[in-house]
């Protein structure tokens, strides 16, 4: 089974950055980042696929790059101009496929366990 493990959350300062990294047990041609507030669905910030094409939530885009190397098995995703509202823990997945197609949740078959990031206005 896929294992994903997830580093680099924490604290910032609204408009600070942070970075985050996923190494994964095996490869995956698909990998995303989500989020999730308590009571709130996970919700798609960024995928990436092996060609390294990518796609962003309206939310994130032009703050957020999401980036892969491909033989380490990791995936980063840097967050520039952090916003209070951006606070949520960050899970890493991944798909058995090729390429992504959506950052829809029910598209991904691997997650793990999430690492948290809070902004502080």
């Known amino acids: 089974q896929l294992r994903l493990v997830e580093s680099g959350g924490g604290s910032a300062q609204a408009g600070g950055s942070l970075t985050l990294s996923c190494e994964a047990s095996e490869y995956r041609g698909c990998m995303a980042w989500f989020r999730r507030t308590p009571g709130n669905a996970r919700e798609g910030v960024a995928f990436i696929n092996v060609d390294h094409r990518a796609n962003y939530a309206d939310s994130v885009k032009d703050r957020f790059t999401i980036s892969r190397d491909n033989a380490a098995r990791t995936v980063t995703l840097r967050m520039d101009r952090l916003k209070a509202e951006d606070t949520a823990m960050y899970y890493c997945?991944?798909?058995?496929?090729?390429?992504?197609?959506?950052?829809?949740?029910?598209?991904?078959?691997?997650w793990g366990q999430g690492t948290q990031v809070t902004v502080s206005s």
């Open positions: 997945a991944a798909v058995r496929t090729w390429s992504c197609v959506t950052l829809r949740e029910d598209e991904y078959t691997d």
